[in-house]
Nanobody, 124 residues
Framework: VQLQASGGGLVQAGGSLRLSCSAS????????MGWFRQAPGKEREFVAA????????SYAGSAKGRFTISRDNAKNTVYLQMNSLKPEDTDDYLC??????????????????WGLGTQVTVSS
């Protein structure tokens, strides 16, 4: 299974970005999908997760009310809509998958498939 994240970039505080993560090599509708963030030299932090059919989602406290995770199983893609961005949201954002229908999954060790990150930089 391969995951490919995209959509990062440089944005001013208060702006928005939409991250995408496409999956290949697996039955996407069976995957729990998550977004994490990571700064250099630091642990990965949970941002959001969504269950296999998109009916249930979970968010870190810092993401609630500003970020929305969604998925399109027909396109094998999960999204992270990021609104009202703050400089402290600056990080590398990674998508992850677990090939089992388990819920909730909010810790990095609970995911067994990882993609490369996409950098999000929010200027003040």
């Amino acid at each position: 299974v391969q995951l490919q994240a995209s959509g990062g970039g440089l944005v001013q505080a208060g702006g928005s970005l939409r991250l995408s993560c496409s999956a290949s090599g697996a039955t996407f509708r069976n995957l729990v999908m998550g977004w994490f963030r990571q700064a250099p030299g630091k642990e990965r932090e949970f941002v959001a997760a969504i269950d296999w059919n998109g009916g249930i989602s979970s968010y870190a406290g810092s993401a609630k009310g500003r970020f929305t995770i969604s998925r399109d199983n027909a396109k094998n893609t999960v999204y992270l809509q990021m609104n009202s961005l703050k400089p402290e949201d600056t990080d590398d954002y990674l998508c992850a998958a677990r090939a089992e229908r388990l819920w909730p999954l909010t810790a990095p060790y609970e995911y067994d498939i990882w993609g490369l990150g996409t950098q999000v930089t929010v200027s003040s």
